[in-house]
T-cell receptor, first 114, second 111 residues
Framework: KAGVTQTPRYLIKTRGQQVTLSCSPI?????VSWYQQTPGQGLQFLFE???????NKGNFPGRFSGRQFSNSRSEMNVSTLELGDSALYLC?????????????FGNGTRLTVT | KNQVEQSPQSLIILEGKNCTLQ??????????LRWYKQDTGRGPVSLTI?????NTKSNGRYTATLDADTKQSSLHITASQLSDSASYIC??????????FGKGTKLSVKP
């Protein structure tokens, strides 16, 4: 079974631009959740989508948004990029959500904002 | 103050030795406590998930324990291998599906 696939692996953007990251979950998984990982803050939960609906949301500004398609693939968008948005962005898929199911993570997209 | 605190921040041990990593949490209500292993440049991999009714769970050479009364968990690694070198992340799971991550313990296993 193929794992969670994130594209692209690396991105370099300029402050003020916007960016879209993509995540393809494990086949059959209906939940996709997104995380930001930085050396200072560690891993932080952004949001979770389940069957195309946002089910949970972390404490991030509205510049961070996401969506999920009918095939469970998900995209995350960050608008008006700031230098502090430089991070590793991880997505994870699971069968039933972030509640009690194991999360299966992709290898992330490394975003650098200059 | 962090809601999920892990100690130590980093640890160096010799191959073949055992070690124990600690996780203390302050948040409630509690649904589950998880441990993940993250190799450099890769996403985390699930090791164990424990609900409040479980006080120990094993996955090969990894054994996690949970004391919900004292809000403490530990991850014990037996007979360490070079491939155990990684960051180990403790994750608190709330009843609403929200997750709070510790900042991890970086383990280095030396030959």
């Amino acid at each position: 079974k193929a794992g969670v696939t994130q594209t692209p692996r690396y991105l370099i953007k300029t402050r003020g631009q916007q960016v879209t990251l993509s995540c393809s979950p494990i086949s059959g998984h209906r939940s996709v959740s997104w995380y930001q990982q930085t050396p200072g803050q560690g891993l932080q939960f952004l949001f979770e989508y389940f069957s195309e609906t946002q089910r949970n949301k972390g404490n991030f500004p509205g510049r961070f948004s996401g969506r999920q398609f009918s095939n469970s693939r998900s995209e995350m968008n960050v608008s008006t990029l700031e230098l502090g948005d430089s991070a590793l962005y991880l997505c994870a898929s699971s069968l039933s959500g972030t509640g009690n199911s194991p999360l299966h993570f992709g290898n992330g997209t490394r975003l650098t904002v200059t | 103050k962090n809601q999920v605190e892990q100690s130590p921040q980093s640890l160096i041990i010799l191959e073949g030795k055992n070690c124990t990593l600690q996780c203390n949490y302050t948040v409630s209500p509690f649904s589950n406590l998880r441990w993940y292993k993250q190799d450099t440049g890769r996403g985390p991999v699930s090791l164990t998930i424990m609900t409040f009714s479980e006080n120990t769970k094993s996955n090969g050479r990894y054994t996690a324990t949970l004391d919900a009364d004292t809000k403490q968990s530990s991850l014990h690694i037996t007979a360490s291998q070079l491939s155990d070198s990684a960051s180990y992340i403790c994750v608190w799971g709330g009843s609403q599906g929200n997750l709070i991550f510790g900042k991890g313990t970086k383990l280095s296993v030396k030959p």
